[in-house]
């Protein structure tokens, strides 16, 4: 979210839990059998752990996952595994308190920490912790959270950072390549080696030698992945975005009711996706039938 902040939605311009539930079973009759609740925060709305509860009892709906700041998490943990939510991915730039206070402007890190700590021990199918790397901000500490994974059966998810609503100069001035992690832990002396974790994620993933838990890669600007995207995101305000880029969104909240309608406009979405979204591409003039999009990444979500 930008220094300045953004101004929330409406109450009224936010899909409610009945849509929302509409939706999915939409969805599912269409075949999609997975569903990430995101943000924005999802654990700021009061009804989270019913919209959970109600996903999850959809037929053919057969893994529910939240992505999270973790700052709630220690208070509505227990009722989400309740509920019926397989896994949680908690946003976790950094370890530092004093970082963190300066990053999420005010954030607790303790809150995190303890939600983290609760949530391990009701054992969800896989916690994972994503990390953005930014230049000045976080690049330091790789190994921290390489050794992380040491006692903590957990998949530290290191992120390229994407130039969504950000300035290209300033990207460019921020942007790490992950291969500072691989070069990290050669240097600290650590084997790792590749394995597979269930799912169709976009994450390499790796465990180092005797640790319990595993690391993961996600590069969207170096190593493209766009040709294994099977991703439909739908935002708070009931837009389908086939592609987090570019601007192209469709509205399909009003559709929701009626099924044949919102199988078409899907459709339409996954027909117009790009076979690319040419994030940090070299010669920026040669993207001509599209424009990147003006939400930024806490308005799409994860």
């Not at 409406?10 to 509409?22: K, M, N």
Request: neutral net charge; contains cysteine.
């Amino acid at each position: 979210m930008p220094k300045e902040g953004l101004p929330f939605f409406p109450t009224d311009r936010v899909l409610s839990q009945d849509e929302i539930v509409q939706m999915i079973q939409n969805f599912a009759d269409m075949g999609v059998s997975k569903v990430r609740i995101t943000g924005g925060e999802p654990l700021l709305r009061t009804d989270v752990v019913e919209i959970v509860r109600r996903i999850k009892a959809i037929d053919g709906i057969n893994d529910v996952s939240i992505t999270t700041n973790g700052l709630f998490l220690a208070k509505k943990a227990a009722a989400l595994k309740e509920a019926g939510l397989d896994r949680l991915n908690i946003s976790l730039d950094t370890f530092k308190a004093d970082r963190y206070k300066e990053i999420t402007r005010g954030g607790n890190i303790n809150q995190v920490l303890e939600g983290i700590d609760t949530a391990s021990k009701l054992h969800f199918k896989k916690i994972k912790l994503n990390i953005v790397l930014i230049r000045g901000q976080n690049e330091d500490e790789v190994l921290d959270f390489l050794h992380y994974t040491k006692d903590h059966d957990i998949n530290v998810r290191f992120i390229e950072f994407m130039p969504i609503g950000n300035p290209l100069k300033t990207w460019q001035k921020e942007y790490v390549g992950l291969k500072n992690v691989f070069e990290t832990a050669d240097e600290a002396g650590l084997a790792y080696h590749p394995i597979e974790l269930k799912g169709n994620g976009p994450s390499d993933n790796y465990q180092i030698e005797g640790y319990q838990g595993s690391f993961g890669l996600i590069h969207p600007i170096s190593s493209k992945f766009c040709e294994n995207c099977n991703r439909l995101r739908i935002t708070a305000d009931g837009y389908v975005k086939a592609c987090l880029y570019w601007n192209e969104e469709i509205d399909i909240r009003k559709a929701i009711p009626d099924k044949a309608a919102f199988r078409e406009l899907i459709q339409k979405a996954l027909d117009n996706k790009p076979l690319n979204h040419e994030m940090a591409m070299a010669e920026t003039d040669r993207i001509i039938d599209k424009a990147p999009t003006w939400r930024h990444m806490s308005q799409i979500g994860g």
